[in-house]
């Protein structure tokens, strides 16, 4: 799956903030939380359908620098960049997603607009500073916005849609309901023509019936058997069910067909499709496990980083190595330790239970040593990867070292997008491969 910006953008949008916000518009916190769940999805929906206006690209990429992250409940209502983004993304419709977003949430008007600007403000402000983190031009924030296309619908709080904005999503996501309408008329067109082949079938059948019925009279002079007309007319009989059976079968292969198409158009898209490779088989689930560490259980993959370091540790490979060399191209990924995107110090929820893990391990083990490896995929200036790689290497190595285990960690390094393997303009998810957190160890 693609990126989802909305969950970048929640972290600026939490309880403290929609405390203040309620407190400062006089509203309950509910309300407030209410609506800016609305709000957000619409927000990046209008951004998304604007992917490649220059305008909104140009604002987002100003947005990082001017500081409306830092003043989001006093600084958006005036900010400039905000007032002229929103109607560049919903023009005249502005008034009408307020009115529904205040009904929705139970808020006045007047805080349903506030709230626009302060989401909105948040939106292009963190897009922005994710741009400017890991160096993303206008291309690159255009596909991004592109990728939240068929996920946004999915967002939208209960009670809520964008038809429900005055949003239809053929306005919004590309031409569906023109391609529905045009595969419609087809497969229709298709049905017409299949009945009215099997209507001038039969009419001929009949009409040569007619002429043998009428041969067999003339011949017979009034006699004969009568099985020289009825064959011929069980024979049509049996031609005409068989021909109705293929029309029956045609409309329903052609309504199947059209059901498929509307659904690769509409508003919900895989990313596989937008790269145009065949949609992957969903990847295996792994359930977290106990993993015998000397009695202790600890919870991680089977076959994971903590499964196989108990392992290698056991099996006497790291007493029995003669020197570093013979560590170092063995490296464990990180199965959950995760930076929130473009942060160096911020780690995503559950990441810290694996630090837990690894400290746990080299306590157990205490004449382990170790060293950590950070990596970035491709895009991006490889000098700003190079820093943010080391930076995140360094912090894991500090958050050991404070575990008490710090003696141990023999170094930390960022290499960037040195041993990526995923092309640059593959999608997002391609590229999720090539970045994360390792570690080895090292003598």
């Known amino acids: 799956m693609s990126l989802n910006v909305i969950d970048l953008i929640k972290g600026q949008l ?101 709230l626009l600007n302060l989401v909105t403000g948040a939106t292009v402000g963190t897009v922005g500073k994710y741009a400017t983190d890991n160096n993303l031009g206008a291309s690159g924030i255009s596909g991004l916005l592109n990728d939240q296309k068929g996920i946004i619908s999915s967002l939208l709080p209960a009670g809520l849609s964008l038809a429900s904005f005055g949003l239809g999503a053929e306005n919004w996501f590309g031409q569906a309901k023109e391609t529905v309408s045009s595969v419609t008329s087809t497969a229709k067109d298709n049905i017409a023509e299949g009945v009215a082949t099997a209507r001038e079938s039969v009419s001929e059948g009949a009409r040569e019936v007619r002429e043998q019925f009428n041969n067999n009279n003339n011949n017979n002079e009034g006699g004969g058997s009568i099985w020289k007309w009825l064959l011929p007319l069980l024979l049509l009989i049996a031609a005409g069910y068989f021909l109705w059976k293929q029309c029956e079968k045609k409309q329903t292969t052609t309504t199947t ?78 199965d959950h330790v995760n930076f929130k995107m473009g942060s160096s110090t911020n780690l995503e929820a559950g990441s810290q239970g694996q630090l837990d893990n690894l400290v746990a391990i080299l306590k157990a083990f205490p004449d382990a040593k170790v060293k950590i ?39 930390a390094e960022g290499y960037g997008s040195k041993f990526a393997t995923v092309d640059a303009k593959a999608s997002d998810a391609e590229r999720a491969a090539d970045r994360k957190m390792s570690v080895r160890f090292a003598k």
Not at 33 to 59: F, H, Q, R
Not at 292 to 312: A, P
Not at 379 to 404: H, M, P
Request: hydrophobic share 40%; charged share 15%.
């Open 257 to 334: 067909t059209a059901a498929s198409d509307s659904t690769a158009t509409g508003t919900t898209v895989d990313t596989a499709a937008t790269t145009g490779t065949a949609t992957p088989a969903p990847a295996t689930v792994k359930t977290d496990e106990n993993i015998d560490l000397n009695g202790v259980m600890l919870k991680g993959y089977k076959g994971g980083l903590e499964d196989q370091m108990i392992s290698f540790l056991k099996s006497g490979g790291y007493k029995n190595a003669a020197d570093d060399a013979a560590l170092k191209d063995k490296w464990y990924d990180f």
């Open 14 to 114: 939490g309880p403290a903030l929609v405390s203040q916000a309620a407190s400062q518009f006089g509203e309950s916190e509910s309300g407030i939380s209410k609506a800016i769940g609305g709000l957000l999805p619409a927000v990046v929906g209008g951004l998304a359908n604007n992917a490649d206006n220059p305008g909104v690209l140009d604002a987002i990429t100003k947005a990082s620098s001017s500081g409306i992250l830092g003043n989001l409940l006093g600084g958006s209502s005036s900010n400039p960049i905000i007032t002229s983004l929103l109607s560049s993304l919903f023009g005249d419709k502005v008034g009408g997603l307020v009115n529904s977003i205040a009904s929705f949430s139970g808020v006045s008007n007047n805080t349903a607009g506030s």
């Open 373 to 411: 490896g950070g990596y970035t995929d491709k895009t991006g200036n490889e000098a700003s990867n190079v820093k943010l790689s080391q930076a995140r290497a360094d912090y894991i190595k500090a958050a050991l070292a404070k575990a008490g285990v710090g003696a141990q960690v023999l170094g």
